[in-house]
């Protein structure tokens, strides 16, 4: 890992950047404080990257959300983290902060070192006994999502990380919706009234395939 000396010195490069050449350059690219160390992986609606806090001294990882520079990008991730922060489980991804940059939101969480459960089937092919013990865990941390009054709404091997250490822990949570009758995620202020938080009819979510 590159010295915090060294990441302080670091161009500060935000948004679209970030995804574009600039991630083949040499130079050290800063999303906010965060020095970036690279991809940790990408989906249909954003972008994962590994980073380190100075500040703090840890890895973290960073959620940068595609055409999040609008005000609909801006409350859709809010929610994700709002959604997310009412977790506190062994089995769910820790989310640390939601900031922003030149308009840019981003989301700063655990950083898991380890493969998606979509990967670790492939590469381990492991038995069922180890298939089942680790789904079940997962299970627990949807269990502890239902109890706090959240589906999640896009739970596949893709979006469970596997730690080196053997940890299971569900992420992105970015379509989430809480059950009826329960209180809203951050019930202090007023529910968009854009859909966020709603499927609309022929409206596709999560992962068509």
Partial sequence: MTSATDMDTAPTVVGDDVGG???????????????????AGSGAMGQVFRAYDPRLRREVAIKLLF???????????????????????????????????????????EYVEGASLRTWLQEQEPGWRETLAVFDAAGRGLAAAHRAGLVHRDFKPANVMRSEAGQ?????????????????????????????SRTRTGMVTGTPA
């Fill in 21 to 39: 050449d600039r991630r083949q350059s040499r130079e050290r690219v800063r999303i906010g404080r965060y020095a970036v160390l690279g991809s």
């Fill in 67 to 109: 055409g999040a520079q609008d005000e609909r990008g801006r409350q859709a991730i809010v929610r994700e983290a709002r959604a997310m922060a009412k977790l506190s489980h062994p089995n769910i991804v820790a989310v640390y902060d939601v900031e922003e940059e030149d308009r840019q939101p981003f989301m700063v969480m």
């Fill in 168 to 196: 299971v822990l569900v992420t992105d949570f970015g379509i989430a919706r809480e059950l009826e009758g329960t209180q809203p995620v951050g019930s202090d202020e007023p529910e968009p009234t854009d859909d966020l």
